[in-house]
């Protein structure tokens, strides 16, 4: 199970954070801002050659066993993003998505 999920926009901001529990969800918001400072700095290096591109890859990001949990996660912000009320850019504020992120975050108590 997820302690912290994050969707993160194109434009490299958080879209969604959610943190459980929720005495250290400034530790993982700091995490998420933290691990997008290092995805901009790979990103934004100049003057790289084709040869150097290679190290644009960050590594596997998540472990493969929880895959499924990331599929989950994906097809329910697709449905968000397919939603035509929702205004792409904005922060997701959606009780589907909600729902579907608390049942994957650890359960305390």
């Known amino acids: 199970m997820a302690v912290c999920i994050a969707v993160i926009a194109k434009e490299n901001y958080p879209l969604y954070i959610r943190s459980v529990p929720t005495q250290n969800e400034l530790k993982f918001h700091y995490t998420v801002h933290t691990s997008l400072d290092v995805v901009e700095e790979k990103i ?13 890859y960050l590594g ?22 397919c ?3 929702h205004s792409p850019g904005n922060t997701i504020q959606s009780k589907a998505f909600d729902g579907i992120v608390s049942g994957m975050m650890v359960q305390t108590g």
């Open 83 to 85: 939603n035509p009320f």
């Open 44 to 56: 934004s290096a100049v003057g790289k050659s084709l040869g150097d591109q290679r190290e644009l």
């Open 60 to 81: 596997l990001l998540y472990p493969t066993e929880d895959y499924k949990m990331f599929r989950k996660l994906h097809n329910s912000f697709t449905d968000v993003m």
